[in-house]
Structures are given as structure tokens and as C-alpha cells.
């Protein structure tokens, strides 16, 4: 583990998470949350692709185990579906390295919310939360429409304070960003 925490840019990149990750603890709108961004931003910014996935997903972990103590909304039957698009929007930040322009952050931002909606609300009509049939797929597509407007606003402002920190951070302190060269 300590290997995997060697190179300075990974340590920066596990603080900006861990700071986005503690923020779902304070109150917010609706699916206004960092998980989305966490995952985009790990998977483009963590070059061991097991790292990419386990970093994002454990401080997801710990974060729902703090929901759960704090107000016992952290665990619920679809956890295994948001998990599951978690990691989607991972690989999807692995296909946004050396491509980290405004434009294209945004783009996949937008495309996270939609596969985060897509693949949470097909969990939810999965548990059999609305039944089982084609007319409760589409009550639990429609039933989500409200909590998508969070969803989209909160992985574009997490994405903007995760990709513009470290933008920030690699052009104001360089040093904390490169890696040590070996000879």
C-alpha cells in the first residue's frame, strides 16, 4: 500500500478525494453530491488503474459507513447499482487521460450523470422497489427525473472544484506533482 502512495501525484489526488469525499457528510440538496466526480477525476488522474478504482470506491465506502452512523441513510438495497456506476464512471475517466480540457471534463460529466442515472434507476426497478413489469421501469426512470437536476449540478461543481484544484495545484506548486526520477 505504501508503494501505491509513493508517487506525489497520487498522494494529491487521495487528498483532493478524501476532502470531496467528506463533503457528502454535510448537508446538501438532493443528489448534490462528489461521487460522480470522485470517480471521473480518480480515474483520469490515478495511473494504477487498480488504485483508480479502489481509492474512489473505498472512500465511498467509508463515507457510506459514516452515513450509516450518523443518520442510517448510507446502506440501501441498490448500493451494489451506484457501486456499480461508481466503477463505469472510472473507466470513463481513464478514457478522459491527456485530454483534461474544460470542454471534454464537462462532456464527461455530463456523461457520468447519465450513466449514473441510467444504471441506478435500472437498479432500482431491479430490487423490485416499483414490481417487475415494463410499466414499473419506466415509473422508476420517470420517479427519478427530480433527483437527475442534483445529480448533473453536483458532478459539475465537484468536477470543476477537483479538476480545477489540481489544475491549480500542478501550475502553483509543481514540485508536489511530479514524480521523484530514479537513476
Not at 451506484?82 to 470513463?92: E, M, Q, R
Not at 430490487?127 to 414499473?136: K, L, R
Not at 442534483?150 to 480545477?164: A, E, K, S
Amino acid at each position: 500500500m505504501q508503494k501505491l502512495f509513493s508517487d506525489k501525484k497520487t498522494r494529491v489526488v487521495a487528498l483532493l478525494v478524501v476532502i470531496a469525499a467528506l463533503t457528502r457528510l454535510l448537508p446538501h440538496p438532493l443528489n448534490f453530491s462528489p461521487i460522480g466526480a470522485i470517480a471521473l477525476f480518480g480515474g483520469c488522474y490515478i495511473a494504477d488503474k487498480r488504485m483508480a478504482f479502489l481509492l474512489p470506491l473505498s472512500t465511498m465506502l467509508l463515507s457510506d459507513i459514516m452515513l450509516q452512523l450518523i443518520n442510517g441513510t448510507g446502506f440501501h438495497p441498490t448500493i451494489v447499482w451506484v457501486y456499480g456506476s461508481f466503477a463505469v464512471i472510472t473507466f470513463l475517466g481513464f478514457l478522459l487521460r491527456g485530454r483534461e480540457q474544460r470542454q471534454t471534463i464537462m462532456v464527461a460529466s455530463l456523461v457520468g450523470s447519465i450513466l449514473f442515472f441510467i444504471i441506478t434507476n435500472f437498479g432500482q426497478w431491479a430490487t423490485g422497489y416499483y414490481g417487475f413489469g415494463a410499466g414499473s421501469l419506466t415509473t422508476s426512470f420517470v420517479q427519478a427525473i427530480p433527483f437527475f437536476r442534483g445529480t448533473v449540478m453536483g458532478d459539475l461543481f465537484y468536477n470543476l472544484l477537483l479538476f480545477g484544484s489540481f489544475a491549480i495545484i500542478k501550475w502553483r506548486f509543481p514540485s508536489w506533482i511530479k514524480s521523484e526520477s530514479r537513476s
